[in-house]
Nanobody
Framework: QVQLVESGGGLVQAGGSLRLSCAAS????????MGWFRQAPGKEREFVAA????????YYADSVKGRFTISRDNAKNTVYLQMNSLKPEDTAVYYC?????????????????WGRGTQVTVSS
């Protein structure tokens, strides 16, 4: 069993930056693909970014490409999401997710473990 705990959310002005962290328990973290998803009020949960087990492959939603960067530190059992040039439409609860496989996927149903989420609010 893997537990995921997100941190780093908050309120920021448009154009600002935040870095989200996701701390994972369990000795098998380094073999999992990891992802970030987000859910705005009244909308479905959507893919943001994902990273494979080694950190060598990353994937991004078109809406965040060039602004967000996903990374991981397997020694610390932590995955990060650096968010720059934030926009009001980035406002959502951000969830960290883990997949019991080394290959990355971008759909909600492909992930086995989820954190409780952290709120990100971008003011205009």
């Amino acid at each position: 069993q893997v537990q995921l705990v997100e941190s780093g959310g908050g309120l920021v002005q448009a154009g600002g930056s935040l870095r989200l962290s996701c701390a994972a328990s369990g000795r098998t973290f380094s073999s999992y693909a990891m992802g970030w998803f987000r859910q705005a009020p009244g909308k479905e949960r959507e893919f943001v970014a994902a990273i494979n087990w080694s950190g060598g492959n990353t994937y991004y939603a078109d809406s965040v490409k060039g602004r967000f960067t996903i990374s991981r530190d397997n020694a610390k059992n932590t995955v990060y999401l650096q968010m720059n040039s934030l926009k009001p439409e980035d406002t959502a609860v951000y969830y960290c997710a883990g997949r019991r496989a080394v290959v990355v996927r971008t759909t909600v149903s492909d992930y086995d473990y989820w954190g409780r989420g952290t709120q990100v609010t971008v003011s205009s």
